[in-house]
C-alpha cells in the first residue's frame, strides 16, 4: 500500500507512512523521507543517529476535490562530531526547506499561476488554500528573482501598489495588520526601454533603502534624479541610501 501509494502522491524524494480519513472528508497524508541520513550544516559530518521525528504540518498541492493535509514526520539527528556545539539537526530537502511551510512544488504552482496569468491573488490563495499575504510574499521573491540587479541607469520612479484594504486577521492567539502594499522601482531614463526594474513589499522608507543597498555601486551613483509622489518615507529612504559625500541626485514629485 505504501510503495503504491507513494507513486500515486508523487512528492519527489518522499515515501508514504500513512494516509487517514478526516471527519470533514479530507486526508491527512503522513510522509518521510527516503534518505535514512543526513549532513550536519554546522561541521558537515553525515548521522543517522536519530533523535527523535516531529511532526510538521505543510500545505501542499490540492489532489482532487477533497481537503488534504500534509503531515511531515522531519528527523532530527544526532551530530557524530562530539567537538561541534550543534549538538543535533533537523534534516532538510528540496522539496521542504528549512522553516518552510509549504512545499516547493506548491510554491511554484502559486508562482506560475500569479506571475503568467492574469488571475487576482485572492483567486490564486482561494484555488490553493493558503492566505492573500502568502501568495503576495511569493509574487514579491519571484519578482525579485526574476529582475535580478537592476541595470544602471540615470532616472528612477518610486510608487506603491495596494491590491486590495488593510485587514485585520486572528492568528493563534492575537490580531494582525495586513497590510498588503508592495513598491514598484521603475527606469524612467528617456533613453531606455522602461519598465518595472523592481519591487519590493511595503511601502517605507525603510523598503526602499534596503532594495537600493541590494543593487550595484554603478547602479547607485548612476542615478541623479529619483521621482516620487509627495511621500516623506520614500523621500527619507532615498536621503539615507544616498548619505555618502559627493552623491549628485535630486528627488522630484509629482
Keep these: 500500500m505504501n510503495d503504491r501509494t507513494t507513486l500515486l502522491f508523487a512528492l519527489p524524494g518522499f515515501r508514504v507512512l500513512d494516509v487517514t480519513l478526516e471527519p470533514d472528508g479530507g486526508r491527512v497524508v503522513l510522509v518521510e523521507t527516503i534518505t535514512n541520513e543526513g549532513g550536519c550544516p554546522s561541521c558537515g559530518v553525515m548521522s543517522s543517529r536519530v533523535k527523535d521525528r516531529p511532526i510538521r504540518r505543510l500545505k501542499d498541492l490540492p489532489h ?59 483567486e490564486v490563495a482561494g484555488d490553493y488554500g493558503v492566505a492573500w499575504r502568502t501568495v503576495h510574499r511569493i509574487l514579491v521573491a519571484t519578482a525579485a528573482q526574476v529582475l535580478g540587479q537592476a541595470a544602471p541607469t540615470t532616472m528612477i520612479g518610486i510608487d506603491e ?6 485587514r485585520w486577521l486572528f492568528e493563534d492567539t492575537v490580531w494582525r495588520r495586513s497590510d498588503p502594499w ?15 526594474i523592481g519591487l519590493t513589499p511595503g511601502r517605507s522608507g525603510a523598503c526602499v533603502e534596503a532594495w537600493m543597498s541590494l543593487q550595484t555601486k554603478e ?26 559625500p559627493g552623491s549628485s541626485w535630486t528627488i522630484s514629485t509629482w
Design 219 to 244: 547602479f547607485r551613483d548612476g542615478v541623479a534624479v529619483v521621482a516620487i509622489d509627495p511621500s516623506a518615507p520614500y523621500a527619507s529612504g532615498i536621503r539615507r541610501a544616498y548619505r555618502q
Design 161 to 166: 501598489t495596494r491590491a486590495r484594504s488593510v
Design 64 to 122: 482532487g476535490n477533497v481537503p488534504l493535509r500534509l503531515w511531515v514526520a522531519k528527523r532530527r539527528f544526532m551530530c557524530n562530531e562530539n567537538r561541534c556545539a550543534r549538538g543535533s539537526f533537523t534534516e532538510v530537502s528540496d522539496q521542504i526547506p528549512a522553516r518552510s511551510r509549504l512545499t516547493t512544488r506548491l510554491r511554484s504552482k502559486v508562482s506560475a499561476a500569479v506571475t503568467t496569468t492574469n488571475r487576482a491573488i485572492s
Design 182 to 196: 508592495m513598491t514598484s522601482i521603475v527606469d524612467l531614463d528617456p533613453t531606455h526601454p522602461g519598465g518595472i
